[in-house]
């Protein structure tokens, strides 16, 4: 059982990165897929040496018995409440009938235990699953790594190449965590293979404001108004737009991921917990 790790969620890309880092570590990682998982990464998985085992999460006899001799469960499942909080809780509830020690949630995000019900939707569905998983027979970490550094390249409020403004609610100095993904995954690599996790962990590669953005950058620094506007805003939006409820990232969900950025962030950071990792900077994407 020892350094014997499952990843739900490998073929995607945070899973990926994991199994990768895992695999560095020298630990033995089998990955569930489902059917219907893109051949051609699964095939890679394989050629590096995991064990892949194809199942259906509604069969709980062959979700159990795909935990078994496993020291830890990492799930880097992503999607709405038939994900995050249904298919969730079938890999949770096989990982206690195998015995499973330890479980790491899909929990990458602001430590959404600082904000209240309705403010993010997907955080919400977090939060429904840690209700379960916290009553649940097994040991629990949550890793709260704020916001992926890799959304600095996609034009978002916060950062915005195409018009060189660098946005923020209410406080401009307001340091909001970021984290790459790979730091991300190498993190939880290192979280898997430790038997003495907390319940939770924070990490970020970065934190930083957007003042402090905008004097790297050169960027106009736009006040966007207060955090209660853009609360009430997301509130509107969700309510004329529920097409969005079956949607990811839908345009109030982003939205609402802005209002997270800028209402919670790590005060105390556990990046040296694992001594040996190194961190991405800002200037690394300021670069790009």
């Not at 991300?184 to 990490?203: E, N, S, W």
């Not at 309510?239 to 345009?251: S, T």
Request: glycine share 6%; net charge negative.
């Amino acid at each position: 059982m020892e350094n014997n790790i499952l990843v739900a969620g490998g073929t995607g890309d945070l899973g990926g990165r994991i199994i990768k880092a895992l695999l560095v570590n020298g630990a033995t990682v089998k990955a569930i897929v489902r059917n219907g998982s893109d051949p051609a990464t699964v095939e890679q998985l394989k050629s590096n040496g995991v064990d892949i085992i194809s199942v259906d999460f509604k069969d709980h006899v062959a979700l159990t018995a795909a935990c078994q001799d496993v020291s830890c469960v990492v799930s880097a499942l992503a999607g709405l409440r038939d994900v995050v909080v249904d298919t969730q809780t079938l890999l949770l509830e096989a990982a206690v009938a195998a015995g499973v020690p330890r479980f790491i949630s899909s929990d990458y995000s602001t430590d959404f235990n600082q904000l209240p019900e309705g403010a993010n939707r997907n955080f919400d569905l977090r939060k429904e699953f840690m209700q379960k998983i916290d009553s649940a027979a097994i040991k629990a970490t949550s890793i709260f790594n704020g916001a992926f550094a890799e959304l600095l390249n996609y034009n978002i409020p916060f950062l915005d190449h195409k018009n060189k403004t660098v946005a923020y609610w209410e406080r401009p100095d307001w340091k909001v965590d970021f984290t790459s993904m790979n730091d991300t995954a190498a993190f939880t690599a290192k979280a898997a293979l430790d038997d003495g996790t907390p319940r939770h962990l924070r990490i970020a590669s970065f934190q930083v404001s957007a003042s402090e953005i905008a004097a790297a950058s050169g960027y106009t620094l736009q006040n966007r108004g207060t955090l209660a506007e853009l609360d009430a805003y997301n509130k509107s939006e969700r309510a004329a737009h529920p097409e969005g409820e079956n949607e990811l990232y839908a345009k109030w969900q982003q939205s609402q991921y802005m209002h997270s950025m800028f209402s919670a962030h790590n005060v105390t950071l556990d990046n040296d917990r694992y001594p040996g990792l190194t961190w991405s900077n800002l200037e690394e994407y300021l670069r790009q």
